[in-house]
T-cell receptor
Framework: QKEVEQNSGPLSVPEGAIASLNCTYS??????FFWYRQYSGKSPELIMS????GDKEDGRFTAQLNKASQYVSLLIRDSQPSDSATYLC????????????FGAGTRLAVHP | DGGITQSPKYLFRKEGQNVTLSCEQN?????MYWYRQDPGQGLRLIYY???????QKGDIAEGYSVSREKKESFPLTVTSAQKNPTAFYLC???????????????FGQGTRLTVV
């Protein structure tokens, strides 16, 4: 089982709709979770971090964390064509040395 | 300007050569990481370091080496033992690698390595 799993997509949504991106992780001890956006040919940029169960909102983005289900999601409201990118879920995996592990990413396409 | 600087942006390597990718940060972060990304794939962890003079292997360390002699610098050497080195290499740093706040990682612009 992979440490961090995402549906590779592509997820296609119309402009103005809500895009929902999902991520599951295997380490029950994980406490830190992140969403990054990566445009083609560019490096990832951090868009959300979440550490506690529940929702965290920042502008059009909402991150949701459920540690019991080992599930973290990202909602993008009022999706715009400029949101078209790959979204990477990242988790700090606990152990002798904590390490930051990424999922394979979900490609989002927002069409006008 | 605070940030993470990777150089060069593009690098070409002949088969059998070692090459070193530079990563420098002036964010005063303790933790630094190297990832590899292949086309259409996610990021795979090569090496990471939580503190100066200490580093750990990630999931794909074979054929790579690193050093962490200074807090701000974490160079990656791609050795001739790495059989398929053509990829996009990303360096990142964070205040720490912990469980909780102050663990957000930020990336440099990346180095594209091509074997010719």
């Amino acid at each position: 089982q992979k440490e961090v799993e995402q549906n590779s997509g592509p997820l296609s949504v119309p402009e103005g709709a809500i895009a929902s991106l999902n991520c599951t992780y295997s380490d029950r001890g994980s406490q830190s979770f992140f969403w990054y956006r990566q445009y083609s040919g560019k490096s990832p940029e951090l868009i959300m971090s979440i550490y506690s169960n529940g929702d965290k909102e920042d502008g059009r983005f909402t991150a949701q964390l459920n540690k019991a289900s080992q599930y973290v999601s990202l909602l993008i409201r009022d999706s715009q064509p400029s949101d078209s990118a790959t979204y990477l879920c990242a988790v700090v995996v606990s152990g002798g040395y904590n390490k930051l592990i990424f999922g394979a990413g979900t490609r989002l396409a927002v069409h006008p | 300007d605070g940030g993470i600087t990777q150089s060069p942006k593009y690098l070409f390597r002949k088969e059998g050569q070692n090459v070193t990718l530079s990563c420098e940060q002036n964010l005063n972060h303790d933790a630094m990481y190297w990832y590899r990304q292949d086309p259409g794939q996610g990021l795979r962890l090569i090496y990471y370091s939580q503190i100066v003079n200490d580093f750990q292997k990630g999931d794909i360390a074979e054929g790579y080496s690193v050093s962490r002699e200074k807090k701000e610098s974490f160079p990656l050497t791609v050795t001739s033992a790495q059989k398929n080195p053509t990829a996009f290499y990303l360096c990142a740093s964070s205040p720490q690698i912990g469980t909780g706040q102050s663990t957000e990682a930020f990336f440099g612009q990346g180095t594209r390595l091509t074997v010719v």
